[in-house]
């Protein structure tokens, strides 16, 4: 008895992974809204343009919403710390933007004069305290952002940056 009740479950178990069942198998659900590459790329390159048409030789990164670098592009004469500090700024705006209410790393930058907290979170790996990051968003909700660096000052990459996002904000899909 023991035997044929193991053999049941074992031909259930294989009937069910093999797809043999009844029931028709539902899709995995989408976690998180990723950046199509496409568009991920014409952002951080429209960026490097508007950035080297000013003779400010960056790197620009793109990131989603877990802080994951979705695509880097160093700009030929971009020195070697660019693309670290273009990944941290695109870091910080969204790990803390959204908690804080900014959707440019200037709003966090900002925040450092006026937060006796906000020195604390600056601590915290990967989120840099300076301007140059701006949010992509769809329907109003950041899905990533585009950070810049290598220009001289933040204030600078951030423009960039803003160039890049306007970019693509009307082909993003929702």
Request: glycine share 10%; charged share 20%; hydrophobic share 45%.
């Amino acid at each position: 008895m023991k035997m044929k009740l193991l053999g049941l479950l074992a031909a259930s178990c294989m009937a069910s992974m093999s797809g043999g069942t009844a029931h028709a198998e539902t899709p995995a659900p989408q976690i998180g809204y990723r950046i199509p590459l496409d568009l991920a790329y014409d952002a951080a390159r429209e960026a490097m343009r508007v950035c080297e048409a000013k003779h400010y030789w960056v790197t620009a990164t793109v990131v989603d919403m877990d802080g994951v670098p979705q695509l880097q592009l160093r700009g030929d004469k971009a020195t070697v710390h660019t693309g670290e500090s273009s990944f941290r700024k695109a870091f910080t705006v969204v790990t803390l933007g959204p908690e804080f209410n900014f959707d440019r790393s200037s709003g966090f930058f900002e925040l450092m004069k006026t937060s006796p907290y906000a020195p604390q979170l600056a601590t915290v790996h990967n989120v840099m305290a300076l301007p140059g990051a701006v949010a992509i968003k769809v329907n109003g909700e950041i899905v990533g952002a585009l950070g810049i660096g290598g220009a001289p000052g933040g204030d600078k990459d951030e423009v960039c940056a803003a160039a890049g996002v306007m970019a693509i904000a009307d082909r993003l899909p929702h």
